[in-house]
Structure formats: structure tokens, C-alpha cells
């Protein structure tokens, strides 16, 4: 681990010390350093525990925004097979922040589409830190077309802090381009399926996200607004984020409660960032078993589905 969250800090100085002692060892072979080096190993271990076993919803928000954590081009490259990417909007230009092509997940052809963040400094600079510009959502259009016409089940994969807001963007159309590839996403009569693999902010979330089937990973986040917005708007503190993700459900397991998702995908202990194979593993599972439950229905009854799936939302409720 090289990225410690706010609230692990205990536990990185724990680690630390036993990383140093192995590094000790390392250097000099008569030292003996297992005994204590594994007692320091089980303190860690039982503190990530104690941690991670019920975290409040601003602490899920921050393990969302982890930067270790696996993204949309991990998941296309650990999951499927034969991708071929397809670029650009055919009107202004190619959204880097939006990456999506044919692909097979397993011995099933699909489409994939999906918000990339970027993983170091130069790529999250090129994908503009997975916020998306109008030509990425008229992509996603494109593709979700192309998908409609040749019978694709269609697999979105979220991970966004929400659309650009940028003048430009409004120049192009932002609003127009995110209500038309949510309205796609109601209209196309092929398996919709998707997954909140970190952050699903805003219109920029639901423009992917209007699915047959809405799965979150377990400490992914889900919101109209990001808490530092809406604590910006409520309160005019920004410092206010821990309220904020209180009030707006956000989590997947409030959201699950609402109906807005439909499955929570478990993450491994201390959240997806410190293993990643078996969290990718996961998200694959449940791409199959959602797609699987589509299986025989034909394009109107997806496209029905779908409808009373988004006019069911929030029935239930939550307690109070």
C-alpha cells in the first residue's frame, strides 16, 4: 500500500513497522524478525477490520475515490475478451474520458462502455479525471446504437465524479448530450446492464446508468451531487461533506434499500484498491448473472423492464 485514506493512518504506521523490520531483516540475514514482524501483521489485520466494518458514508465516498482502485480500462482488459475500441462521436471528437468497443465477456458478444479516471498523472490528465465532455456521451450514443442494431447486450461500467462542467462543454451541449444518452439508454431494445465501480456522480453517472440492471460494488458511492456540492449549497461550507453524504443516501446499501440498485458486489476486506483480482473477479460474476437473468426476453419486454424498473424507484423507502 502506498496511498493511506485520512482515517487509516493508524494502521499505516503499523504496516510501516513491519515493512521496516523486514527491511532490516533483509539487510542483515542473522536478524530474527518473523515473531514480531507477524504480530504487527495480525494488529493490522484486526485493525483494518475493526475499520472497514462499518463505515460511515463519508468514509465510503473517500475508499470510492480511492486512486488504486481498479478502473473501466481493468475491467475491459481482465474481463473480456477480443475488445476492439471504438472512438470518437463522429461530429467533434473523441472523449477520453469515455473508452467503450465490442467485446466477449466469456462466449458472449457485447458492448462496453465505461468512464476511465486515468491511473497516474499524465493519463488522468488525457481522460480529464473520467469527467466527461459532450462528444463522450454522443460516443456512448453511438455505441449504444450500434449495439441496438446488431442485438449487442450493452455493459456500463461508472466510475465518474460527475459530466465536465466546463465553458466549452457548455458550448457543445452538455445538458442535451447527457438527457440523450440517458434517453438511449431507456429506448435500446438489448440487455442494459451496469455497474458503479467507484463514484457515480451526477447526470454524468446516469447517462450510463439507466439499466435494466444497476449493480454497486460495496463501498462505491451513488449520488445526484457530491457532498462537498451539496454542502457548498446547503450549508455554503464545503467542510460540511460529512453531513452531506449522510443526507444523500448515497451508499449502495441505502441505495439497494431504494431500489435505485439492484445488487451490492462485495469487496475484498479494506475495499477493492488492495486486491484487485479478486474484486475484478467479482464485478465479473455479477456481469454474467445479470445478463443471464435477461436471457429470452425479447426487445419490448427489456425496453418495459426498464420502465417500471425507473418509475418503481424510491416505493419502498428507508426508515427513518
Known amino acids: 500500500m502506498t496511498n493511506y485514506l485520512d482515517f487509516e493512518k493508524p494502521l499505516a504506521e503499523i504496516e510501516g513497522k513491519a515493512e521496516e523490520l523486514r527491511a532490516m531483516a533483509r539487510a542483515n540475514e542473522e536478524m530474527d524478525v518473523d515473531a514480531e514482524a507477524g ?19 463519508w468514509r465510503k465516498c473517500q475508499v470510492a475515490r480511492h486512486p488504486e482502485r481498479p478502473h473501466c480500462q481493468d475491467y475491459i482488459e481482465a474481463l473480456f475478451n477480443e475488445y476492439t475500441p471504438l472512438a470518437g462521436d463522429r461530429n467533434f471528437a473523441d472523449d477520453q474520458a469515455v473508452m467503450g468497443g ?17 491511473n497516474d498523472t499524465k493519463s488522468r490528465i488525457e481522460r480529464n479525471f473520467g469527467m466527461a465532455r459532450p462528444e463522450g456521451y454522443r460516443k456512448a450514443i453511438r455505441l449504444m446504437e450500434l449495439a441496438d442494431k446488431f442485438g449487442l ?6 466510475d465518474t465524479p460527475g459530466a465536465y462542467p466546463g465553458k466549452g462543454a457548455e458550448e457543445r451541449g452538455q445538458s442535451e448530450a447527457i438527457a440523450r444518452s440517458t434517453e438511449k439508454c431507456l429506448q435500446i431494445g438489448v440487455p ?27 463501498h462505491s458511492v451513488y449520488s445526484v451531487i457530491s457532498p462537498e456540492g451539496c454542502a457548498s449549497i446547503l450549508w455554503k461550507d464545503s467542510e460540511k461533506m460529512r453531513e452531506a453524504a449522510e443526507a444523500l443516501r448515497l451508499t449502495a446499501q441505502d441505495l439497494t434499500k431504494l ?9 475484498p476486506m479494506g475495499g477493492a484498491h488492495r486486491d484487485r483480482a479478486t474484486t475484478i473477479a ?17 426487445a419490448k419486454k427489456l425496453i418495459q423492464d426498464r420502465r417500471e424498473k425507473f418509475l418503481s424507484m424510491g416505493s419502498t423507502g428507508l426508515a427513518a
Do not use: C, Q
Not at 282 to 298: C, F, I, Q, T, W
Open 102 to 118: 465490442i467485446a466477449r465477456l466469456g462466449e458472449r458478444p457485447v458492448m462496453v462502455i465505461g468512464h476511465e479516471k486515468g
Open 192 to 218: 442494459l446492464v451496469s455497474v458503479i465501480v467507484g463514484e457515480g456522480g451526477s447526470g454524468g453517472a446516469v447517462a450510463f446508468a439507466s439499466a435494466n440492471r444497476v449493480a454497486m460494488l460495496e
Open 39 to 57: 504480530a504487527l501483521d495480525k494488529k493490522a489485520a484486526d485493525l483494518l477490520k475493526e475499520l472497514y466494518k462499518n463505515l460511515t458514508p
Open 282 to 298: 467479482n464485478v465479473g460474476k455479477a456481469l454474467e448473472d445479470m445478463l443471464a437473468e435477461m436471457d429470452g426476453k425479447d
Open 153 to 158: 447486450p450493452v455493459i456500463t461500467l461508472v
Open 259 to 267: 431500489g435505485v440498485a439492484d445488487r451490492i458486489i462485495p469487496e
